[in-house]
């Protein structure tokens, strides 16, 4: 059964600060790894995307990798902004590949 | 990309009474779609899968009795909440399967926050 990881739980970060954001999965038999930003009472907004086939994906000043032998996936957030603070949610496919399972995501804090 | 929503965005009701949330994939056919539940401060938990045309999946722990998942078309799928007690309180994300070339995506609705008071 996939299990999803999130370190840190939470990050306080002065702006202009490059980040790195962990995920750690447990079965890598994925087709994909996804990450989503979550503003506080609000719905998700699919970051980025990585297919299996791929090792990273790249969106303005955010970059996503995937390394499925180590069952590790990192979000990296260049040069962040006040209004990059969130919480950022991992998800996987689970074992099988049907259901999608979240991690317990990190919660970032910018300060200006 | 594609375009889950879902109706309404927020409610409120009174401990007892019963509340309908629907989830529509908006510019294409979703024969699965899947209902998340989200307390504050946690992650999202799947709740059930709902597939078109049969009866939707439940997780462990999860009363299908009281979380009524009917998918009658392939762009529709509703959850009801029956006898709604401020313990069902919580944030329901719903989301649509698509495929397309050989690959899968879940699309994202924006969530329905619900208060029962």
């Known amino acids: 059964k996939q299990e999803v990881t999130q370190i840190p739980a939470a990050l306080s970060v002065p702006e202009g600060e490059n980040l790195v954001l962990n995920c750690s999965f447990t079965?890598?038999?994925?087709?994909?790894l996804q990450w989503f930003r979550q503003d506080p009472g609000k719905g998700l907004t699919s970051l980025l995307l990585i297919q299996s086939s791929q090792r990273e994906q790249t969106s303005g000043r955010l970059n996503a990798s995937l390394d499925k032998s180590s069952g590790r996936s990192t979000l990296y957030i260049a040069a962040s902004q006040p209004g990059d603070s969130a919480t950022y949610l991992c998800?996987?496919?689970?074992?099988?590949?049907?259901?999608?399972?979240f991690g317990a995501g990190t919660r970032l804090f910018v300060k200006a | 990309g594609a375009v889950v929503s879902q109706h309404p965005s927020w409610v409120i009701c009174k401990s007892g009474t019963s509340v309908k949330i629907e989830c529509r994939s908006l510019?294409?056919?979703?024969?699965?779609m899947f209902w998340y539940r989200q307390f504050p401060k946690q992650s999202l938990m799947l709740m059930a899968t709902s597939n078109e045309g049969s009866k939707a999946t439940y997780e462990q722990g999860v009363e299908k009795d009281k979380f009524l998942i009917n998918h009658a078309s392939l762009t529709l799928s509703t959850l009801t909440v029956t006898s709604a007690h401020p313990e069902d309180s919580s944030f329901y994300i719903c989301?649509?399967?698509?495929?397309?070339?050989?690959?899968?995506?879940?699309?994202f609705g924006p969530g329905t926050r619900l208060l029962v008071l």
């Open positions: 510019d294409f056919q979703a024969t699965t």
């Open positions: 998800a996987a496919p689970d074992t099988g590949g049907f259901k999608t399972i």
């Open positions: 989301s649509a399967r698509f495929s397309q070339g050989g690959g899968e995506t879940q699309y």
């Open positions: 079965d890598s038999a994925i087709y994909n």
